[in-house]
């Protein structure tokens, strides 16, 4: 068997390295012009030679060339700068989704009493750990107005400034001064830790200003389904205060409020009969605290 495999391989190779002669002749008479000689290795040879030499014209040409654009599945050049420009919106995406993340690890911080706000708060919070955020939870925002919302604002701090009766309400605890959010209004469910309620709502008639508690500095402003338009204060002594079922919102996040600054006006609310009510929450160091102890009615 290994005889007639041998022999079979000592066949091909003696047929492949047969010569053979290529003559050029011409026809009128038979003058032999060119004589070459050859054998199948070398055709074989030759035609590899040729295989590659087209392979290689041809992979310049769709690589190199604007051919290239008419090679089925080949991405055209609108393509491209769509997925470039897919690329950058999902990298701003990131960076967002990251400055939130942060901006929540603040305010986490914050809330569980480990961050002092004494200090004005204004940084980004790209770059910085969650205990620097804490302590510079905010970037600064200077949001434009329009002009119907800012001669409304002037008018509401204009009314307010002087109210004799939100000074007359005032509280003092711990060094803060406390003002009454609302100047003339009624109490309609009253903090209850018992019955986990941790909130007061007042109700007022409709425009009525909500004032912040004391002097801070605006932490949050935001919609839900549930709560309508929601701000979120930040005060001395790591108090909070949180006021919900705004109808508008004057203020933006970062700006700074004294006690008693008109942050919005009353909104509507389901929950009530009146539909006119301000629910309000107050915390320190994460804990709820009883409104009523900061002010009365």
Do not use: W
């Not at 480990?114 to 790209?126: F, G, L």
């Not at 409304?152 to 001064?177: P, T």
């Amino acid at each position: 068997m290994a005889k007639k495999i041998n022999l079979k391989h000592a066949g091909l190779k003696k047929k492949l390295a047969t010569k053979y002669r290529l003559s050029i002749i011409n026809e009128t008479n038979f003058e032999e012009l060119k004589r070459v000689r050859v054998s199948q290795f070398h055709g074989i040879l030759l035609l590899l030679g040729l295989i590659f030499i087209v392979s290689a014209i041809t992979t310049i040409i769709i690589f190199y060339t604007p051919f290239r654009e008419y090679v089925p599945g080949y991405p055209d050049v609108e393509f491209r700068r769509q997925v470039l420009r897919n690329t950058l919106a999902v990298d701003s995406a990131e960076q967002e989704m990251a400055k939130q993340v942060k901006f929540l690890e603040a305010i986490k911080l914050v809330i569980e009493g480990k961050a002092s706000v004494d200090d004005n708060i204004q940084s980004d919070t790209i770059g910085s750990k969650p205990g620097d955020i804490a302590n510079k939870a905010l970037v600064k925002i200077d949001f434009k107005m329009s002009e119907s919302d800012s001669l409304f604002m002037k008018r509401v701090e204009d009314e307010e400034q002087y109210n004799l009766q939100v000074i007359k309400r005032s509280k003092e605890l711990a060094g803060v001064v406390f003002t009454r959010p609302i100047a003339t209004g009624v109490v309609v469910s009253h903090f209850n830790a018992v019955k986990n309620h941790f909130t007061m709502e007042i109700s007022a008639l409709p425009n009525t200003p909500v004032m912040s508690l004391t002097s801070g500095t605006i932490l949050y402003t935001g919609y839900t389904n549930e709560d309508g338009n929601v701000v979120i204060v930040l005060h001395q002594n790591n108090y909070i205060s949180i006021y919900k079922h705004l109808d508008r919102v004057l203020k933006s996040t970062g700006n700074s409020v004294e006690s008693g600054e008109a942050i919005g006006i009353i909104g509507n609310s389901d929950n009530t009969p009146s539909g006119q009510i301000l629910s309000l929450s107050v915390l320190q160091n994460g804990s709820p605290v009883n409104p009523e102890m900061l002010f009365s009615y």
